[in-house]
């Protein structure tokens, strides 16, 4: 692999065609993480970008497509496409945003930010999560935005809190309902970035892959990129202001190797036996790379065309997969032949696709080891395969708010076109 090639050039020779990205907009400043991976999975050179905001009325449609080119930087708008979906009348917005991303834009995968998926103490008004059955799908007249004469939540920021009751210290903000008003048709472009309403909005994402991005998470990649933003803020656009800005600086072409891979000198190397974090000053690869992604998946028999997704999408020798099994042992403790044979034959896959790939069986359900797995070897992005049912299952609910990484949400019974 050269030194001289770029990160979007190496991804040129594995993946040779285009394909179309979605990225949903709110007003919440949490769409920096979603679009900070968009960017790393982007190649403007042969994708097409699509940006997404439901609003409730065609009134909201001017502020919409404000919003979506303020996130947007230079360097990609050549291959953005702007769309606003309007809540139609027989559905809730949910459903109407999911119709019209399934219909219009068909995408390969979507992004969406999340920023109240935190902690597993997180109580709400029906009370823990943990203590929820299922997050059913919205239905006409029941969700926000579901009946047209319904009240609309309007949102403010208060601070995330810590489990002694105390404010938290954290990269992101944390969005709260306070009041009700009939006559902001935009409200929920910034109510698609809060946790329990994302919770309600992925049932109807079940067209692609969908990149739901936590900024607690623990995973080296995104606090890199962070810090790369940070560094070139008076270069970056309004993605990392407030809402709505009255002025801002102006857009800049930045390098997307350097913006979204940052430099990997005196960076990190990952141990292929512990899947721990490793201080070194030895570079992993071509410093235009910089640093790479961890991804874990929690392996099913049927994962053979998600990792060849992964295999796809992500740079071999660079890239670092994490494997598990979860309720791998039996009533006596020993490891399931299946639960080996898995691990074995999809450690065999990676191989052939020179990746390398730490391997490791799990105790218990997924909602119970899985968060235990990733504050051990803190990877960016958790894959999880979605079981056929309507909404998403108590499990999955408490493994979203209770694991601190990012998750890449595999709908059920999908296939990548060929």
Same mark, same amino acid.
């Given at each position: ?239 990392? $202001?407030?809402?709505?800005?009255? +002025?801002?600086?102006?857009?800049? *072409?930045? =390098?997307? /190797? #350097? &913006?979204?891979?940052? !430099?990997? $000198?005196?960076?990190?190397?990952? +141990?292929?036996?512990?899947?721990? *974090?490793? =201080?070194? /000053? #030895? &570079?992993?690869?071509? !410093? ?14 049927? =994962? ?115």
């Amino acid at each position: 692999m050269s030194a001289g090639l770029s990160a979007e050039q190496i991804k040129l020779r594995r993946r040779k065609k285009g394909i179309r990205l979605c990225l949903l907009v709110s007003e919440s400043n949490s769409c920096r993480s979603a679009y900070r991976f968009l960017k790393a999975f982007l190649m403007p050179s042969l994708d097409e970008l699509h940006l997404v905001t439901a609003v409730t009325s065609e009134r909201g449609r001017a502020t919409a497509l404000a919003r979506q080119r303020e996130v947007l930087e230079a360097e990609v708008m050549d291959c953005a496409r702007y769309h606003v979906a309007v809540k139609e009348e027989d559905y809730t917005l949910f459903e109407s945003l999911g119709r019209y991303i399934t219909a219009t834009i068909r995408p390969h995968i979507i992004f969406m930010a999340s920023t109240n998926l935190c902690t597993s103490n997180a109580q709400g008004k029906n009370g823990p999560v943990s203590s929820r059955i299922v997050v059913p799908a919205a239905r006409g007249g029941t969700g926000p935005g579901g009946s047209s004469s319904a009240g609309q939540q309007m949102l403010r920021r208060t601070p995330t809190m810590s489990r002694n009751g105390a404010p938290a210290t954290s990269s992101g903000p944390s969005l709260a309902p306070i009041t009700t008003s009939t006559t902001s048709p935009t409200v929920n472009l910034g109510t698609l970035g809060s946790s329990c309403l994302a919770l309600r909005l992925l049932p109807e994402l079940r067209c692609a892959p969908v990149l739901l991005a936590k900024y607690n998470s623990k995973g080296p990649w995104l606090a890199a990129t962070a810090a790369s933003a940070a560094t070139a803020a008076p270069l970056t656009p309004a993605i990392t $202001s407030t809402l709505f800005p009255q +002025s801002r600086p102006a857009s800049a *072409v930045v =390098s997307r /190797s #350097s &913006s979204m891979r940052p !430099s990997a $000198s005196g960076g990190g190397s990952v +141990s292929s036996g512990g899947g721990s *974090v490793l =201080s070194s /000053s #030895s &570079s992993l690869s071509s !410093s235009s790379m910089g640093w790479p992604m961890r991804v874990m998946i929690d392996l099913q028999p049927n =994962s053979r065309h998600v990792l060849e997704w992964l295999f796809e999408h992500f740079t071999p020798g660079h890239d670092h997969l994490f494997l598990t099994v979860s309720q791998a042992f039996d009533g006596q403790h020993n490891v399931k032949p299946s639960a080996q044979r898995l691990l074995t034959a999809f450690g065999v896959q990676a191989a052939v696709n020179s990746f390398e790939a730490d391997k490791s069986v799990l105790a218990g359900p997924v909602n119970k080891s899985l968060p235990q797995a990733v504050m051990e070897s803190e990877p960016d992005v958790l894959v999880l395969q979605t079981p056929r049912c309507r909404g998403v299952p108590s499990n999955i609910v408490e493994l979203l708010y209770t694991a601190k990484t990012s998750f890449l949400i595999w709908p059920p019974d999908y296939t990548p076109a060929a």
